[in-house]
Nanobody, 124 residues
Framework: QVQLVESGGGLVQAGGSLRLSCAAS????????MGWFRQAPGNEREFVAA????????YYADSVKGRFTISRDNAKNTVYLQMNSLKTEDTAVYYC?????????????????WGQGTQVTVSS
């Protein structure tokens, strides 16, 4: 069982930066692929970024590539999402997820544990 708690969301102007954190409970954090998803009002939840267990491979949605960076610290049971050059269209609730299931990292069905989400609002 893994519990995930996101933090770091807030209100920022377009062009600004935020860093999201996701703290995980449990001793098996390092065995999970970790992902970030987001859901804007009226939209379905969408993939943002993922990182494999050893931090050797990262994955990004095209919409955030070059602006967002995912990283993890297995010693601290924490995954991060550094978000730079934020745009108003990045406004959403951001969810952290731990993936212990089979399948591609881009799809929700890969992930069996989810956080409650943290709101990110980017103003123009």
């Amino acid at each position: 069982q893994v519990q995930l708690v996101e933090s770091g969301g807030g209100l920022v102007q377009a062009g600004g930066s935020l860093r999201l954190s996701c703290a995980a409970s449990g001793r098996t954090f390092s065995s999970y692929t970790m992902g970030w998803f987001r859901q804007a009002p009226g939209n379905e939840r969408e993939f943002v970024a993922a990182i494999n267990r050893s931090s050797g491979t990262t994955y990004y949605a095209d919409s955030v590539k070059g602006r967002f960076t995912i990283s993890r610290d297995n010693a601290k049971n924490t995954v991060y999402l550094q978000m730079n050059s934020l745009k108003t269209e990045d406004t959403a609730v951001y969810y952290c997820a731990a993936g212990g299931l089979s399948g591609t990292v881009y799809y929700e069905r890969r992930y069996n544990y989810w956080g409650q989400g943290t709101q990110v609002t980017v103003s123009s």
